[in-house]
């Protein structure tokens, strides 16, 4: 009897469907076949799950592989993260992979094993300038930006205390400094276009509330914003519905309604009133400061570097995003189509100093799927002396790069606000995770460099890697890129500096040297 009368229920809840299937005008497919219409748009929903764990080879997924993916958790959870029984790349015909040129002898070399092995900065950042809070970073590798507001408050807290278990800077993001991000880590604060956290009434800049946000907090260096991968050049928005009284407090905004990035700034018009500002800043707080973009037009570039060859004014680190760059939500033509990807836009960015010998004055920072060992190589490779990590970091943490960050419907409590999903993540066991996957990054990198016969990967060269560039050839990457002799590497005092510094007193390595 019961099972009869569950029957009739099924089959009366199967006719209800049909019968609005029927009547509505919405969905063509749904009114031509009730009912069974439904599955195709449930394989759609759950098209991306499939593709990922079952479609798919481990290779081949974007924006990260299967195989990407599983060395991050791995490495994260301190489980096993090597791979057995050789490669599964066609490493004879894959276009751009890189492959890093291991040499069979070499000077005494740091530990590669050791997971506390420091590994700092080659560059003072900061010092060339003379700025009076100029330091060296503990870390080469540290975390992006990433605002709360776009991140969970849990997160965000997981993340910041990872940094500190680290060792490693967290940048803020452009979304203001907010409690989350006082526990423990030091910290890049970011100013963007909206100057969350440090604007007045009018949404203009505030030096007076910048001045009191810095001296509240950790605060180590001070990042401008001018634009990121994921949407370089194009505002955001945070719907009113998301800016609750706890971000609208941390943002300066009014609580409630739309929260509006403009894609400019307002406080500078062209590069040389940037310099002022930059400048103003760096003399207020004492403090570091650089700006992050992504790569379009080259006539910045140019003009920065021309106006810093003066040597009076300047920036003291360059932070480069690659177009390929995704935490932020963005239209689907700014995610694929604006901005270079970082290799080509980095060297592009390095190149145009190095014409003028700037190199050594400057801090490059990368940032762009840079969480990666054999990507962080390269980018070493071409000049960078830090890479920042984004989605990496997510992953450590939980990501399983479900994609549905611009939903609010993060299954794993990362990229949203709402307190069901985010209280699923336990921001103290995730923060461990973060610490031990950034360590283990630095870890082989270190291992990568010794390979190389070199103490730190900021001293692997353009001509230490070569680049597939078609079926069984392959070119520098110096050729590629069209660097000239010495670009990519370091000058003679600051090579000879953080090769000391690792080889024959590891230990000072990890006190912020001045």
């Given at each position: 009897?019961?099972?009869?009368?569950?029957?009739?229920?099924?089959?009366?809840?199967?006719?209800?469907?049909?019968?609005?299937?029927?009547?509505?005008k919405k969905h063509a497919l749904l009114?031509?076949?009730?009912?069974?219409?439904?599955?195709?748009?449930?394989?759609?929903?759950?098209?991306?799950?499939?593709?990922?764990?079952?479609?798919?080879?481990?290779?081949?997924?974007?924006?990260?592989?299967?195989?990407?993916?599983?060395?991050?958790?791995?490495?994260?959870?301190?489980?096993?993260?090597?791979?057995?029984?050789?490669?599964?790349?066609?490493?004879?015909?894959?276009q751009g992979h890189a492959y890093v040129?291991?040499?069979?002898?070499?000077?005494?070399?740091?530990?590669?094993?050791?997971?506390?092995?420091?590994?700092?900065?080659?560059?003072?950042?900061?010092?060339?300038?003379?700025?009076?809070?100029?330091?060296?970073?503990?870390?080469?590798?540290?975390?992006?930006?990433?605002?709360?507001?776009?991140?969970?408050?849990?997160?965000?807290?997981?993340?910041?205390?990872?940094?500190?278990?680290?060792?490693?800077?967290?940048?803020?993001?452009?979304?203001?400094?907010?409690?989350?991000?006082?526990?423990?880590?030091?910290?890049?604060?970011?100013?963007?276009?909206?100057?969350?956290?440090?604007?007045?009434?009018?949404?203009?800049?505030?030096?007076?509330?910048?001045?009191?946000?810095?001296?509240?907090?950790?605060?180590?260096?001070?990042?401008?914003?001018?634009?990121?991968?994921?949407?370089?050049?194009?505002?955001?928005?945070?719907?009113?519905?998301?800016?609750?009284?706890?971000?609208?407090?941390?943002?300066?905004?009014?609580?409630?309604?739309?929260?509006?990035?403009?894609?400019?700034?307002?406080?500078?018009?062209?590069?040389?009133?940037?310099?002022?500002?930059?400048?103003?800043?760096?003399?207020?707080?004492?403090?570091?400061?650089?700006?992050?973009?992504?790569?379009?037009?080259?006539?910045?570039?140019?003009?920065?570097?021309?106006?810093?060859?003066?040597?009076?004014?300047?920036?003291?680190?360059?932070?480069?995003?690659?177009?390929?760059?995704?935490?932020?939500?963005?239209?689907?033509?700014?995610?694929?189509?604006?901005?270079?990807?970082?290799?080509?836009?980095?060297?592009?960015?390095?190149?145009?100093?190095?014409?003028?010998?700037?190199?050594?004055?400057?801090?490059?920072?990368?940032?762009?799927?840079?969480?990666?060992?054999?990507?962080?190589?390269?980018?070493?490779?071409?000049?960078?002396?830090?890479?920042?990590?984004?989605?990496?970091?997510?992953?450590?943490?939980?990501?399983?790069?479900?994609?549905?960050?611009?939903?609010?419907?993060?299954?794993?409590?990362?990229?949203?606000?709402?307190?069901?999903?985010?209280?699923?993540?336990?921001?103290?066991?995730?923060?461990?995770?973060?610490?031990?996957?950034?360590?283990?990054?630095?870890?082989?990198?270190?291992?990568?460099?010794?390979?190389?016969?070199?103490?730190?990967?900021?001293?692997?060269?353009?001509?230490?890697?070569?680049?597939?560039?078609?079926?069984?050839?392959?070119?520098?990457?110096?050729?590629?890129?069209?660097?000239?002799?010495?670009?990519?590497?370091?000058?003679?005092?600051?090579?000879?500096?953080?090769?000391?510094?690792?080889?024959?007193?590891?230990?000072?390595?990890?006190?912020?040297?001045?």
């Amino acid at each position: 009897m019961r099972a009869r009368s569950i029957g009739a229920a099924a089959a009366t809840a199967l006719a209800l469907v049909a019968a609005r299937d029927l009547i509505q005008k919405k969905h063509a497919l749904l009114r031509n076949f009730p009912v069974v219409g439904h599955a195709r748009y449930l394989l759609e929903t759950i098209g991306p799950e499939l593709r990922q764990y079952i479609v798919t080879s481990n290779e081949e997924e974007r924006p990260f592989s299967r195989d990407q993916r599983a060395w991050i958790y791995a490495s994260a959870k301190e489980e096993n993260n090597y791979f057995g029984f050789g490669t599964e790349t066609d490493v004879e015909h894959v276009q751009g992979h890189a492959y890093v040129k291991q040499r069979t002898f070499a000077a005494t070399l740091p530990d590669a094993h050791d997971p506390q092995a420091p590994l700092p900065s080659a560059k003072v950042l900061g010092g060339p300038r003379g700025r009076a809070k100029a330091f060296r970073p503990a870390s080469v590798v540290n975390v992006s930006a990433m605002s709360f507001g776009s991140l969970s408050g849990a997160a965000i807290t997981a993340l910041n205390q990872g940094a500190a278990l680290a060792g490693t800077m967290h940048n803020t993001g452009e979304g203001g400094l907010s409690p989350y991000h006082r526990n423990g880590g030091d910290l890049v604060l970011q100013i963007g276009t909206g100057y969350f956290g440090c604007r007045d009434e009018d949404g203009g800049f505030n030096l007076g509330k910048l001045k009191d946000v810095v001296a509240g907090a950790p605060v180590k260096a001070i990042e401008i914003k001018l634009s990121q991968g994921a949407k370089p050049g194009l505002g955001g928005m945070l719907p009113g519905a998301k800016v609750t009284e706890e971000i609208a407090g941390i943002r300066g905004i009014p609580p409630g309604k739309d929260c509006a990035s403009p894609s400019r700034h307002t406080a500078f018009s062209d590069v040389d009133s940037m310099l002022d500002f930059v400048e103003l800043l760096a003399t207020e707080t004492g403090l570091p400061v650089g700006v992050k973009s992504a790569v379009g037009d080259m006539a910045f570039w140019q003009e920065l570097a021309t106006l810093m060859a003066r040597g009076d004014r300047g920036v003291d680190f360059v932070t480069i995003d690659g177009g390929e760059g995704g935490t932020g939500a963005a239209p689907r033509i700014f995610a694929d189509s604006v901005a270079l990807p970082f290799r080509m836009g980095f060297s592009r960015v390095y190149g145009t100093f190095a014409e003028l010998g700037l190199t050594d004055a400057v801090t490059f920072i990368g940032s762009g799927k840079l969480g990666l060992p054999e990507n962080a190589t390269v980018a070493f490779a071409l000049g960078a002396d830090m890479v920042n990590v984004a989605r990496e970091a997510m992953m450590s943490i939980g990501c399983i790069q479900s994609q549905k960050c611009h939903t609010d419907r993060c299954p794993t409590g990362i990229a949203t606000q709402n307190p069901w999903l985010a209280r699923g993540l336990d921001p103290a066991s995730k923060a461990t995770r973060a610490a031990v996957y950034l360590r283990t990054l630095r870890r082989e990198l270190i291992k990568v460099s010794s390979a190389v016969g070199v103490a730190h990967p900021a001293l692997i060269t353009a001509n230490d890697i070569e680049i597939m560039n078609g079926d069984y050839e392959a070119r520098t990457l110096a050729g590629v890129y069209d660097y000239k002799d010495g670009w990519g590497e370091l000058g003679p005092h600051l090579a000879d500096e953080i090769t000391a510094l690792i080889t024959t007193d590891p230990a000072s390595a990890q006190k912020p040297a001045v």
